[in-house]
């Protein structure tokens, strides 16, 4: 009964883009999405931890490659991190050239830090192409108040760049 009158934690759901406009706001010359199953072996995961760093714990990571009259674009990744209690869903895109492209919130579902979805902020990952400038705090800029939701995306862009550089890579892509 006493539970009754402790004060809940105040949460904010917010769900800003379904996969669909986040897939065609990242790549919107696109006319087809088709997903890909990526299975990891605990070898392949152990050597993209080594490549990406440490990591925050992660939700469901879906793919699709992006595609214009057949011609490869790049890839869509969706991801989910643990902000400071709750999953944060965003969507990234990695060009055939290994270029990062748009990073998009969907879903944010905690009470402070929401500023990830200024622009200025995911304006930072636009044409990165190498996990050593893709760093938090000296190439990603940290956001007072959503230090942890800045710092836990950062590091998941960095797992999905260090995915496609051993996975999806065309043959003779960037290094």
Sequence with gaps: ??????????????????????????????????????????GQIQALLARAGPQPPHGVIRIWSATRGGVLLGHVFLDEVIG?????????????????????ILAYRE??????????????????????????????????GATLSSEHVTQGVRWLLALWQSSLRPAGGAG
Excluded: C
């Excluded at 400071?84 to 998009?104: C, K």
């Design 1 to 42: 009964m006493l539970a009754a009158f402790l004060p809940a934690p105040w949460v904010i759901a917010a769900d800003y883009l379904s996969v669909d406009e986040a897939q065609k706001a990242i790549f919107p010359q696109a006319d087809a999405f088709q997903e890909l199953v990526l299975p990891q072996s605990p």
């Design 84 to 104: 400071r209690q709750s999953l944060i869903t965003y969507a990234v895109g990695i060009d055939t050239q290994g270029a990062l492209r748009s990073l998009e």
């Design 111 to 144: 009470s402070h830090g929401g500023e990830i979805r200024n622009a200025a902020w995911r304006g930072q990952f636009d044409h990165r192409d190498a996990l050593e400038r893709l760093r938090f705090r000296t190439d990603i800029k940290n956001i007072s």
